[in-house]
């Protein structure tokens, strides 16, 4: 798959089916993922984050996606009950598997909830 079929399959695998599973075959062993509120040095430690506290009720909407070679960007918009915000998530991909991952978001919106 292209870094940005890669990136595609994670966020529907994440937002739609819930498939953990399918989303730790996507991933790099030693997956360096960065967000606002959490960071992980493993793949195995973020799919457990996932598996332990699963999204619940959640949706996005692609804004726009793009890639290159070796990376691809999704911005969306992210929709929950009583939230809607913009997220930009990069990622970047080797050997077929997404080894990296940064997500952006402005966090202040989910700490009124």
Same mark, same amino acid.
């Given at each position: 798959?292209?870094?940005?079929?890669?990136?595609?399959?994670?966020?529907?695998?994440?937002?739609? &089916?819930?498939?953990?599973?399918?989303?730790?075959?996507?991933?790099?062993?030693?997956?360096?993922?960065?967000?606002?509120?959490?960071?992980?040095?493993?793949?195995?430690?973020?799919?457990?984050?996932?598996?332990?506290?699963?999204p619940k009720n959640v949706a996005y909407k692609m804004i726009k996606s793009y890639c290159d070679e070796t990376s691809a960007c999704l911005v969306y918009q992210?929709?929950?009950?009583?939230?809607? &915000?913009?997220?930009?998530?990069?990622?970047?991909?080797?050997?077929?598997?997404?080894?990296?991952?940064?997500?952006?978001?402005?966090?202040?919106?989910?700490?009124?909830?």
């Open positions: 798959m292209t870094p940005l079929e890669l990136a595609q399959y994670y966020l529907d695998c994440y937002y739609k &089916t819930g498939d953990f599973k399918a989303i730790r075959n996507i991933l790099a062993d030693d997956l360096q993922f960065n967000g606002p509120f959490q960071h992980f040095e493993s793949a195995a430690s973020y799919v457990n984050a996932l598996a332990n506290n699963p992210f929709l929950k009950a009583g939230v809607s &915000t913009p997220m930009n998530q990069t990622f970047w991909v080797a050997h077929g598997k997404i080894y990296k991952m940064l997500l952006i978001f402005d966090r202040t919106i989910f700490q009124t909830l």
